[in-house]
């Protein structure tokens, strides 16, 4: 048995115990399914517990000295770096990452917990001046209260902790539920991390648990404000019209269909470059990967023959060995969802230029040359399959890459960065990268979608935004008349 039998609990008021629901679920290694571990699964009583808990404990949480808050956060920071070694074994074996791939998580990670270290010292109010003769008015920056956290399996460490650290810093309790297929490495290693930083017992709570069973009563439950969701689009939507209904705040970051342009004047070597890495990254299964390549014909063919001996040149198998660059999808049915799709963008008239091999989990690169109207390019593949998409002038490849519900991220690649940053400023998408790729995240910039990718953004000030709120209060310090 793996040695990561102690990450198998609920973290509930600052215990770790089995949960209380009728589901044991086994988690496993993606690339030979062997057993990690296993968990007795969270009732709805042990969500509701853990929101009590994140409640109870918040207050005398959010009254503690900023600085003492602050270094607690900084404690987190120097585990990770301590533990990184340990940190990356666990995402490999859980998640099927690369050593490429966890160690650049990991990074991820420290960046924001180091970001929302300052967040404590930033909780100032305001003085704003008053119509009213002899009032002062007060706007004053405060925590939402409670806030839970729903993260996904593809970056299950980076995409909960983008949430955990600014909530808790900023002063909020926090119940987090990560993916099951990732329980440790997205859930209860963050409860280990902030428990041995110095979190008080009760303001973190890690619950894993069976949506069959507890259905949607951990975004309905009254006790939190806020609800942050890192997954599916059809997902977000349902958590979105929960959060409406019950007055809750959500941000909500989904699915993508993103595109790089390149341009007929581009460096066609540094735009294969990164094509590769934004598409191939994590086997693509990463919300910003590149879906579609949207190429201008004059450079098309070389850029399709360079792309493609890329693409055949990155070592696919094992994501233990260190060179190893592509590993496994998450599981059987994200393979046959992929062989699927592109069977029907094939029916569609789609080409294939590289076929990738099916190896238990793995999958090697797959290139296909078709439209924008083929399934591969019409869908989201979240995974090592990517459509290329010929086109005549830059006006066709903005209509191509705005034609998609979603919005979330995308590059262009040209020798001008003017025209670059003019072609990106029509692109519907929330992040656009001049002469790079689509799969990039800082701690001090905004990071989030638009249309069907999202509401929110994460990062720097704007995660400051997002995991607080604002009260007004009103002095009225000399006499006031009033009308009657």
């Given at each position: 048995m793996s040695k990561f039998q102690d990450l198998n609990k609920q973290y509930i008021d600052g215990e770790w115990r089995d949960g209380t629901?009728?589901?044991?679920?086994?988690?496993?290694?993606?690339?030979?399914?062997?057993?990690?571990?296993?968990?007795?699964?969270?009732?709805?009583?042990?969500?509701?517990?853990a929101y009590q808990s994140a409640k109870q404990a918040q207050k005398a949480w959010s009254e503690t000295n900023p600085f003492e808050r602050s270094t607690i956060m900084e404690n987190a920071v120097r585990i990770m770096n301590e533990r990184r070694e340990e940190l990356?074994?666990?995402?490999?074996?859980?998640?099927?990452?690369?050593?490429?791939?966890?160690?650049?998580?990991?990074?991820?990670?420290?960046?924001?917990?180091?970001?929302?270290?300052?967040f404590p010292l930033r909780m100032d109010g305001t003085m704003v001046p008053s119509l009213v003769p002899g009032k002062e008015n007060r706007v004053y920056r405060k925590p939402l209260g409670a806030v839970g956290v729903i993260g996904p399996f593809n970056f299950p460490m980076y995409l909960a902790m983008r949430s955990v650290a600014p909530a808790l810093?900023?002063?909020?309790?926090?119940?987090?539920?990560?993916?099951?297929?990732?329980?440790?490495?997205?859930?209860?290693?963050?409860?280990?991390?902030?428990?041995?930083?110095?979190?008080?017992?009760?303001?973190?709570?890690?619950?894993?648990?069976?949506?069959?069973?507890?259905?949607?009563?951990?975004?309905?439950?009254?006790?939190?404000?806020?609800?942050?969701?890192?997954g599916s689009t059809g997902v977000g939507r349902h958590i979105g019209e929960l959060c409406g209904r019950n007055i809750k705040k959500s941000v909500l970051e989904l699915g993508g269909n993103n595109a790089l342009i390149v341009l007929k004047d581009a460096d066609?070597?540094?735009?294969?470059?990164?094509?590769?890495?934004?598409?191939?990254?994590?086997?693509?299964?990463?919300?910003?990967?590149?879906?579609?390549?949207?190429?201008?014909?004059?450079?098309?063919?070389?850029?399709?023959?360079?792309?493609?001996?890329?693409?055949?040149?990155?070592?696919?198998?094992?994501?233990?060995?260190?060179?190893?660059?592509?590993?496994?999808?998450?599981?059987?049915?994200?393979?046959?969802?992929?062989?699927?799709?592109?069977?029907?963008?094939?029916?569609?008239?789609?080409?294939?230029?590289l076929e990738g091999k099916v190896d238990g989990n793995v999958m090697s690169p797959v290139i296909l040359t078709g439209t924008n109207e083929v399934a591969t390019a019409k869908n989201e593949m979240f995974g090592p399959v990517v459509t290329l998409i010929p086109i005549d002038s830059e006006e066709e490849a903005i209509r191509v890459a705005n034609d998609t519900p979603y919005?979330?991220?995308?590059?262009?690649?040209?020798?001008?960065?003017?025209?670059?940053?003019?072609?990106?400023?029509?692109?519907?998408?929330?992040m656009v990268h001049v002469n790079d790729q689509s799969v990039n995240d800082e701690p001090l910039v905004a990071f989030g979608g638009e249309k069907d990718s999202g509401l929110g953004r994460f990062g720097g000030e704007w995660s400051l935004e997002e995991f607080t709120t604002l009260q007004w209060i009103s002095t009225q310090n000399k006499p006031r008349e009033y009308p009657f």
């Amino acid at each position: 048995m793996s040695k990561f039998q102690d990450l198998n609990k609920q973290y509930i008021d600052g215990e770790w115990r089995d949960g209380t629901g009728k589901t044991i679920y086994k988690d496993t290694n993606p690339f030979n399914e062997e057993t990690l571990a296993e968990f007795k699964m969270a009732s709805v009583e042990d969500i509701s517990e853990a929101y009590q808990s994140a409640k109870q404990a918040q207050k005398a949480w959010s009254e503690t000295n900023p600085f003492e808050r602050s270094t607690i956060m900084e404690n987190a920071v120097r585990i990770m770096n301590e533990r990184r070694e340990e940190l990356v074994e666990l995402l490999v074996l859980e998640s099927g990452s690369s050593h490429l791939k966890a160690n650049v998580e990991i990074d991820f990670c420290i960046a924001i917990t180091r970001e929302a270290a300052s967040f404590p010292l930033r909780m100032d109010g305001t003085m704003v001046p008053s119509l009213v003769p002899g009032k002062e008015n007060r706007v004053y920056r405060k925590p939402l209260g409670a806030v839970g956290v729903i993260g996904p399996f593809n970056f299950p460490m980076y995409l909960a902790m983008r949430s955990v650290a600014p909530a808790l810093a900023v002063g909020n309790g926090v119940v987090l539920k990560p993916d099951e297929k990732t329980a440790m490495s997205g859930g209860t290693i963050l409860g280990k991390i902030f428990e041995e930083a110095g979190v008080p017992k009760g303001v973190l709570n890690v619950v894993v648990a069976d949506m069959g069973e507890i259905e949607d009563s951990f975004v309905e439950h009254p006790i939190p404000r806020m609800i942050s969701f890192t997954g599916s689009t059809g997902v977000g939507r349902h958590i979105g019209e929960l959060c409406g209904r019950n007055i809750k705040k959500s941000v909500l970051e989904l699915g993508g269909n993103n595109a790089l342009i390149v341009l007929k004047d581009a460096d066609i070597q540094r735009a294969v470059n990164a094509a590769a890495f934004g598409k191939y990254m994590h086997n693509g299964q990463i919300c910003m990967s590149l879906n579609r390549i949207i190429v201008h014909r004059n450079v098309y063919d070389e850029f399709v023959k360079r792309f493609v001996d890329k693409a055949e040149s990155i070592k696919v198998g094992d994501p233990r060995d260190k060179d190893t660059l592509i590993g496994p999808l998450i599981n059987r049915a994200a393979i046959d969802r992929l062989l699927g799709q592109i069977e029907e963008a094939r029916q569609q008239g789609a080409e294939t230029v590289l076929e990738g091999k099916v190896d238990g989990n793995v999958m090697s690169p797959v290139i296909l040359t078709g439209t924008n109207e083929v399934a591969t390019a019409k869908n989201e593949m979240f995974g090592p399959v990517v459509t290329l998409i010929p086109i005549d002038s830059e006006e066709e490849a903005i209509r191509v890459a705005n034609d998609t519900p979603y919005g979330l991220s995308g590059s262009v690649h040209t020798r001008s960065v003017e025209k670059g940053v003019e072609i990106a400023k029509q692109m519907e998408t929330g992040m656009v990268h001049v002469n790079d790729q689509s799969v990039n995240d800082e701690p001090l910039v905004a990071f989030g979608g638009e249309k069907d990718s999202g509401l929110g953004r994460f990062g720097g000030e704007w995660s400051l935004e997002e995991f607080t709120t604002l009260q007004w209060i009103s002095t009225q310090n000399k006499p006031r008349e009033y009308p009657f």
